[in-house]
């Protein structure tokens, strides 16, 4: 077993069964054995996955004592910089995940882009040619669409949890709210 996450454990069998990049950047790591680069965030955060290439990490939120982790928010944490929410669960991840997106991440945001439009479109560059595959699994498994604009899901979650994230990080990265001018 990769993680006390069901779902976890699915998408951990199905990136160990595809040869190509699914997301972007993305790659299941060592669950919860990582600080995400943020020692003092490390008691209430679930790091699992690499979300860049570059080494920005997702975790998993423990914002409260629910028994089912998947339930619970998922924080993109920056390698350069920069703590945010990125989805209300593990669910609304994966359709971020899906949509084939890149995040870039710093102290004031977390955008996510599309870079096959930078590089020309169809027929151009695509950083991840088993995202098909993943979309096709993430329907079977869960029911569930890539999201259309996943900064739309972003900034859902960041508006729904964006005052008990600000009061727990706050105190801990005073950077991480003083950038959205809220401290």
């Not at 069964?17 to 209430?44: K, M, N, Q, T």
């Not at 089912?68 to 993109?76: I, K, M, Q, S, Y």
Request: net charge negative; hydrophobic share 40%; charged share 25%.
């Amino acid at each position: 077993m990769y993680a006390p996450i069901p779902a976890l454990n699915l998408l951990k069998e199905f990136e160990e069964g595809v040869d190509d990049s699914f997301a972007p950047g993305f790659e299941l790591i060592a669950f919860g054995e990582d600080d995400g680069g943020y020692p003092r965030l490390s008691d209430r955060i679930r790091p699992f996955a690499q979300a860049t290439g570059s080494g920005s990490t997702y975790a998993i939120w423990l914002l409260d004592d629910r028994a089912d982790l998947a339930t619970l928010p998922v924080l993109l944490l920056g390698d350069e910089g920069g703590v945010h929410v990125v989805a209300r669960d593990l669910p609304e991840l994966l359709r971020v995940l899906a949509s084939g997106w890149s995040p870039m991440c710093g102290w004031d945001d977390v955008d996510y882009y599309d870079e096959r439009e930078e590089e020309g479109g169809e027929g151009g560059y695509d950083p991840c040619p088993g995202n098909p595959a993943f979309r096709a699994w993430l329907r079977e498994h869960f029911g569930l669409e890539a999201a259309e604009d996943p900064n739309a899901v972003v900034r859902a979650a960041g508006a729904e949890l964006g005052d008990a994230f600000a009061a727990w990080i706050g105190p801990l990265v005073p950077d991480a709210v003083a950038a959205r001018g809220t401290a």
